[in-house]
């Protein structure tokens, strides 16, 4: 089982910058790929950013095109932490930020499917004024 809590959220203007944080628990942190998506009122949870597990060197990161750019996924394994940085934020990030975890089957790779991830955080809302 794993365990993931999201933080850093909060209101930020147009422009501004934002750190979100997802602690995880449960399993061997650096062993396992990660993800963040994002759902704003009304549509559909989307991808927004993938890292690898720590062991694959190649492929290690990946974005959504809307956010290429402008965001940094990262992890910290000594902080068994995930890390997404935002910046040049816009109205249209706006969202609930959720991370999360593919199944200890998973072969460490970025994943990009909502269906390849098995656990899920509580998500951190992201508001951006204009």
């Known amino acids: 089982q794993v365990q993931l809590v999201e933080s850093g959220g909060g209101l930020v203007q147009a422009g501004g910058s934002l750190r979100l944080s997802c602690a995880a628990s449960?399993?061997?942190?650096?062993?396992?790929?990660m993800g963040w998506f994002r759902q704003a009122p009304g549509k559909e949870r989307e991808f927004v950013a993938a890292?690898?597990?720590?062991?694959?060197?190649?492929?290690?990161?990946y974005y959504a095109d809307s956010v290429k750019g402008r965001f940094t996924v990262s992890r910290d394994n000594a902080k068994n932490t995930v890390y997404l940085h935002m910046n040049s934020l816009k109205p249209e990030d706006t969202a609930v930020y959720y991370c999360a975890a593919p199944s200890p089957t998973w072969d460490g790779r970025v994943a990009v499917r909502q269906y390849e991830y098995d656990y899920w955080g509580q998500g951190t809302q992201v508001t951006v004024s204009s």
């Open positions: 449960g399993r061997t942190f650096s062993s396992y790929a």
């Open positions: 890292i690898a597990a720590s062991r694959r060197s190649v492929g290690n990161t």
